[in-house]
């Protein structure tokens, strides 16, 4: 094995072979950083009929060509040599030669690809992957690797356009001495991400917990005005301060891989348990809400806010700006708003909020303390869904106006039934474990919303720049 504490400054005869098998967002996002901090013997390969596009995107970077495992090589093309990323046609041709590999695959194809693979593996190298959930790329690397390499996997808690810097990078160990873990640690250490140590039944709950739901909810929101043909940007009731988080998170979410998401919904059975709740607390609010049982409802809310923030019913929440003020929000707004509000503040037209009332109830039922999670592994996401879910439930006037939006004021009650309808129906196609059903579902809504893609992404990255700085992560 490498030396555990090699650097990059190390003679290149010294440093170890960092292999990336999947070169997607991520797998990308890792090869950027890991050749930005100086590692000069990175391998990377991609599925077969992407090679020559692969080879394109790093034509000036040394590359030498492997035709395939079955054949010797046939030859070598020598480009200017910085950064050093290698360029394979296959994954064995990654496997023989790396000290470290680390597997950026769909979570659904993990067992295949490991099995194809894997017994390339070099003697003694660690091995990872990066996919969100673990149990299943647990038992992949444990029937198809060599019983003489290591295992250590990892999952980066960030999406690709995020900076790593003060984001949780979680090392999973499985089958490794404590010399692999420091030896990770090191060579990741340029990304400064935090390090999160679970086990792999530990980090399929959490991620359950922190990214399953919280995602679920998003995909939802989406769904729902495409469903309606509208563009939330476009309404009163939808832009504007903690609208602004929903709106863009949305787009960002749909504006990625569909993979990304089925893999973690589909595959963990704690996702599958928390989506089904959480469409179920939609339903059951809904109820309440066409009931007119405006007591019945503030009850139930009460209690759940109780139980997950720890504001008693006579209590105020004594509310504080939670991450960037509304001002600060609108300047990342797609829409813009009508008019001031009488306040002096900009404050958009009160709608229900189903979502967060949904979300934070759901929570209350599964006894999730999404606190717990914050400081251990949140995803910008996931801490700005706690942001928004937070400042809605700490204050009592806010809530009280969602809570009696939602009974007496029938303006938008179309609107929260098409949320009901499509959390139902995102929780029915995880239930139905059909990867294809996803993406159709997924796709679907993602091309009603295509055209503001690249602007959501614009916005979105700022908005979670601007509230990372504004709670000193990354610094």
Not at 140 to 147: D, I, T
Not at 258 to 273: E, F, Q, R, T
Not at 427 to 446: I, K, M, P
Request: aromatic share 10%; hydrophobic share 40%.
């Amino acid at each position: 094995m490498v030396r555990v504490d090699v650097k990059p400054s190390d003679p290149i005869d010294e440093q170890p072979t960092i292999g990336l098998i999947g070169m997607g967002a991520m797998g990308t996002m890792y090869a950027k950083h890991l050749a930005e901090a100086g590692w000069k013997k990175i391998s990377v390969c991609d599925r077969p009929e992407k090679f020559d596009s692969l080879k394109l995107t790093y034509q000036g970077n040394p590359a030498i060509l492997y035709p395939s495992h079955h054949h010797v090589v046939s030859h070598e093309v020598v480009l200017p040599d910085i950064p050093a990323i290698t360029v394979h046609r296959d994954g064995h041709a990654v496997s023989r030669i790396s000290d470290f590999i680390m597997y950026s695959v769909e979570a659904d194809l993990i067992h295949k690809v490991v099995a194809q693979y894997g017994p390339s593996t070099k003697v003694g190298a660690i091995v990872s992957g990066q996919t969100s959930v673990k149990t299943p790329e647990k038992d992949a690397f444990e029937k198809h690797l060599p019983s003489d390499v290591h295992i250590v996997s990892m999952h980066s808690l960030h999406g690709p356009t995020v900076s790593p810097a003060g984001q949780p990078l979680v090392l999973v160990p499985i089958r490794a001495p404590d010399e692999c873990l420091k030896f990770l640690e090191n060579v990741f250490s340029s990304f400064r991400s935090r390090y999160v140590y679970l086990t792999y039944e530990e980090h399929d709950l959490i991620t359950a917990n922190v990214q399953a739901v919280t995602h679920a909810a998003f995909l939802t929101m989406g769904t729902a005005w495409a469903a309606q043909r509208s563009y939330p940007w476009e309404q009163a009731h939808y832009v504007g301060g903690i609208e602004t988080v929903k709106v863009n998170i949305m787009l960002r979410i749909y504006a990625n891989k569909w993979h990304v998401y089925a893999g973690l919904a589909i595959l963990n059975p704690s996702a599958k348990i928390q989506i089904d709740t959480f469409a179920s607390s939609a339903t059951d609010l809904y109820k309440l809400m066409i009931a007119g049982d405006a007591q019945g409802l503030r009850q139930r809310i009460y209690a759940a806010r109780e139980k997950v923030f720890g504001v008693r019913p006579d209590e105020d929440g004594c509310s504080t700006p939670i991450f960037l003020t509304e001002d600060v929000l609108d300047q990342f707004s797609i829409g813009k708003r009508s008019s001031p509000s009488p306040s002096g503040g900009n404050n958009s037209l009160i709608n229900s909020h189903l979502s967060l009332l949904a979300m934070v109830d759901c929570w209350a039922r599964l006894g999730i303390q999404p606190f717990d999670h914050l400081q251990l592994a949140a995803t910008p996401v996931f801490r700005m869904w706690i942001g928004v879910a937070e400042y809605l439930f700490r204050s009592t006037e806010r809530l009280d106006a969602a809570l009696d939006v939602a009974v007496h004021d029938v303006t938008l009650r179309s609107d929260d039934l098409e949320f009901v309808i499509a959390a139902r129906g995102w929780s029915q196609c995880v239930a139905f474990g059909n990867f294809e059903l996803y993406r159709d579902r997924f796709e679907r809504t993602a091309a009603f919303f295509e055209s503001r893609f690249e602007e959501a992404n614009k916005l979105g990255s700022a908005m979670i720049k601007a509230i990372q700085e504004s709670n000193g992560v990354g610094k």
